[in-house]
């Protein structure tokens, strides 16, 4: 990757987001509301807090899995992506430029959806804020990773939305978030194993109930952060190929 050109590339996503309201409205708004709907039906109950940490990791997961899985369809619909496979762009570049935007994005979501979750809804953890916002950057970066590497799988915009009940869904359904990982049957709880939001959810939790951070959460960073670099590469070893 050309250094130069993979600033140019992150430049020109983060102008367009600038210049698309509405998607800077989700990105923002969205988890907020959607945390003070959670907030509201669970008013009074201790679990509010827990659940509401959850919610932290996985809403941005959803969000930014739709947004750039979307996006990618749209730079080859449009014929952006051929024009730019005829330059000095490479997949890396691209794709890479892509992870560093939405990055910088979902740091400011995570630090706005995380101060409101503090002061607006009253949520405690016995670790750092701060954190609580890595694992949610983090988890956001997850769902660009798979939102690049899927949207190599679709050819239509449709087609892209198709794949959030194969792979959003299930991993929202075993996370821990219904259910503890460890009261589920054998099967599932293997098949959470293998899903790297059960290690971003575990992560929360482990903020939430430790004052200092332990090992499991450093390993559960460890995986996710894996999972971010491994859904990259694959989009940009799958980028030229499926280019339309």
């Known amino acids: 990757m050309d250094p130069r050109i993979l600033g140019a590339t992150t430049v020109r996503i983060l102008r367009q987001l ?24 669970y008013d009074g109950s201790p679990q509010v807090g827990q659940i509401l940490l959850i919610m932290l990791g996985i809403f941005p997961f959803v969000i930014m899995f739709l947004i750039t899985s979307i996006a990618m369809l749209r730079e080859r619909t449009s014929g952006t992506l051929e024009r730019l496979m ?9 794709l890479f430029g892509y992870g560093i935007a939405f990055g910088a994005t979902a740091a400011g979501q995570a630090v706005v959806a995380a ?11 016995a670790g750092a804020a701060g954190l609580v916002v890595l694992i949610a950057v983090l988890t956001a970066l997850l769902g660009v990773g798979l939102g690049l590497a899927c949207s190599a799988l679709a050819r239509t915009e449709f087609q892209a939305v198709q794949m959030l009940p ?4 299930p991993q929202i359904l075993l996370c821990g978030l219904f259910v503890p990982r460890d009261a589920m049957a054998g099967w599932l709880s293997a098949l959470s194993d293998v899903m790297p939001l059960s290690y971003a959810v575990q992560a929360l939790q482990e903020v939430g109930g430790n004052a200092e951070p332990t090992s ?29």
Do not use: E, K, Q, S
């Open 18 to 41: 600038r210049h698309d309201p509405r998607t800077l409205a989700l990105l923002v708004a969205v988890p907020v509301v959607l945390m003070g709907l959670v907030y509201a039906m």
């Open 86 to 94: 005829t330059t000095r762009t490479g997949p890396g570049d691209l």
């Open 115 to 125: 101060a409101c979750a503090y002061w607006l809804y009253a949520m405690t953890t």
């Open 166 to 169: 194969v792979v959003v869904i």
């Open 216 to 244: 499991t959460f450093w390993t559960d960073l460890a995986v996710v952060g894996g999972c971010v670099i491994l859904g990259l590469v694959l989009a940009a070893a799958t980028l030229r190929r499926r280019t339309v």
